[in-house]
């Protein structure tokens, strides 16, 4: 991991959405990348909706730098819906 500073897990799961994940790993507490997971979109009431996840070691960030990941990718899947919308 030395020579990949920015690796990180992700995995995508399409056929399925969620409310939740849980990620529990063995010696968890000494597993610093990111593991970041989504899941199917869906709609409902009239709004597109993708699960979401980080699993993420506290001592590398805290929530104030996940939240602004998670406004990002809003921003970002909200700006893709809206191209195709009209």
């Known amino acids: ?11 995508y ?5 969620y409310d939740s994940l849980n990620i529990e790993l063995p010696d968890g507490h000494l597993f610093f990348a990111p593991i970041i997971n ?5 709609e409902e009431n009239g709004q597109f ?3 979401v996840s980080v699993r993420l070691n506290h001592a590398i960030a805290d929530g104030y730098l996940v939240a602004k ?12 819906c809206n191209q195709y919308k009209n």
Request: proline share 6%; glycine share 2%; hydrophobic share 50%.
């Open 38 to 42: 989504w899941g199917r979109y869906h």
């Open 69 to 80: 990941v998670f406004k990002l990718l809003e921003d970002e899947m909200s700006a893709f």
């Open 13 to 17: 799961i399409s056929w399925l959405s």
């Open 49 to 51: 909706l993708m699960p």
């Open 1 to 11: 991991m030395a020579n990949h500073p920015n690796w990180f897990d992700a995995s």
